[in-house]
């Protein structure tokens, strides 16, 4: 670690770009929606994760690997060390806590699962976006630049979802498109169409109305319906607050909350509304209400688990060796124990594994970046904010905090907040092109 300014390294990805070469910086956001081949086979682990994964590991070969640069704008980074080097005791103490009830190996019809293995595979996650995160925030293409290369890999990751309502009846396929299921795809295309509406606002132009309209359409095709009911909230309330004048102010607020209601009854009456009725307010269990009273039954295993260790937790990915005994309800009468169960909520699954000191934790590195891009975000502020209370909301639905393409949006926000003036660590890169991950200190 130093004090100064590490000198700078090879400008690889500089030459890269001047010599015809793809940065890689470009490909790795084109591939974070990359999750599987359309209505096939997931790529285990996606497929940006692998590709950061090997830009990881060539990088702790280079002799400048581990210099850090110490300016930490909000104090994010020890948010983030603390928060993993939590991780890492909790992981050994959900290896202890198990081990003594006898519950190391979960057994499921389909086979044993081995809690070493999935806490180790949870830690590498963790330092995965992690890695995201810091490559995105210091990397030094321009902001504009990185918007681009995120709504390119939009744009194939739209194309290839439509051709699987081609390729295949499945409904659960037809949502998943690119990625493991339709929630997933939901997240990413409510995110695109904040970084579209941030990249019509700094380059307008007729390809960024097309990147807005695509995500768009991504988000209709992953039919999510977390994803549909928060588009229609946030651009909401994009449009209110859009308002120059107090009087216009009041008028779209008065138009929001006569429009919203009408649109969204009149699309459940002609049968339009992808099932959410029935999704949201459905008692029986039907195909379309068990998502919902599943999770509900999760959430609440989750507050149990809570209970009996509100401080520390259970252990890292503990959650679905514990799960199971305690569902009640109609899922015991479904759940055939032929998966390992999640808690499908983000602070559920954070408070029943790593307690309280856990959710501070990660939500002191949430409050820090609310933080930076509320004072720092400029003119663009209202998009980064909005997206980010979209993943927060989200995050009630949802099945990992580890997935690449969020980090990288927050890495977005971060990159948009730095103070144009500021250097940025550099990290390792080849000696020849293709280019890495790279960054330099700019001049």
């Known amino acids: 670690m130093s004090l100064t300014p590490p000198q700078p390294i090879p400008d690889c990805e500089h030459n890269a770009s001047t010599s015809g070469h793809l940065p890689a910086m470009a490909l790795f956001m084109w591939l974070l929606p990359q999750f599987a081949i359309p209505a096939s086979a997931a790529y285990r682990p996606p497929a940006a994760s692998l590709f950061l994964l090997l830009w990881a590991l060539y990088a702790l070969m280079q002799p400048l690997a581990l210099r850090l640069w110490l300016r930490d704008p909000g104090a994010l980074r020890k948010w983030v060390v603390v928060f993993f080097v939590y991780c890492l005791a909790s992981g050994l103490y959900g290896y202890m806590h198990l081990d003594g009830m006898g519950k190391r190996t979960l057994h499921l019809t389909t086979g044993g699962v081995a809690y070493s293995r999935v806490v180790l595979v949870r830690l590498l996650q963790v330092m995965l976006v992690l890695i995201a995160l810091e490559v995105v925030r210091h990397t030094r293409h321009p902001i504009r630049q990185l918007m681009r290369w995120w709504l390119k890999g939009l744009t194939v990751a739209v194309v290839l979802h439509a051709l699987t309502y081609v390729i295949t009846a499945a409904p659960l396929l037809q949502r998943a498109g690119t990625f493991n299921e339709g ?239 500021a250097s940025s660590p550099p990290l390792p890169g080849p000696a020849i092109p293709p280019a890495t991950l790279a960054t330099t200190t700019p001049p």
Request: glycine letters at 8%; one cysteine or more; a positive charge.
């Open 183 to 421: 929630n997933l795809a939901g997240m990413y295309y409510l995110l695109s169409i904040f970084v579209a509406l941030e990249y019509r606002r700094a380059a307008p132009s007729r390809a960024a109305n097309c990147y807005l309209f695509l995500a768009l359409i991504g988000v209709v095709l992953s039919q999510s319906s977390a994803s549909l009911v928060l588009l229609a909230m946030l651009l909401s309330i994009y449009y209110v607050f859009a308002a120059r004048t107090r009087s216009r102010l009041l008028l779209r607020s008065l138009t929001v909350f006569i429009v919203t209601p009408a649109m969204a009854i009149g699309l459940m009456l002609a049968g339009l509304d992808f099932g959410i009725h029935e999704k949201l307010f459905e008692e029986e269990v039907t195909p379309a209400s068990f998502s919902r009273i599943d999770r509900l039954e999760s959430i609440n295993a989750a507050l149990l688990l809570f209970e009996n260790a509100p401080i520390f937790g259970q252990g890292l990915q503990t959650y679905g060796f514990l799960s199971n005994e305690l569902l009640s309800g109609p899922l015991l009468t479904i759940y055939d124990e032929s998966y390992r169960r999640i808690a499908n909520n983000i602070y559920a699954e954070l408070v029943s594994e790593m307690g309280l000191v856990g959710l501070v934790l990660f939500c002191g590195f949430l409050l820090s970046l609310l933080r930076l891009a509320w004072k720092r975000t400029g003119p663009g502020r209202r998009h980064w904010l909005l997206g980010l209370t979209g993943v927060l909301l989200y995050w009630n639905a949802f099945p990992t905090y580890t997935v690449v393409f969020i980090w990288v949006f927050f890495g977005l926000i971060l990159k948009s907040a730095s103070p144009r003036t």
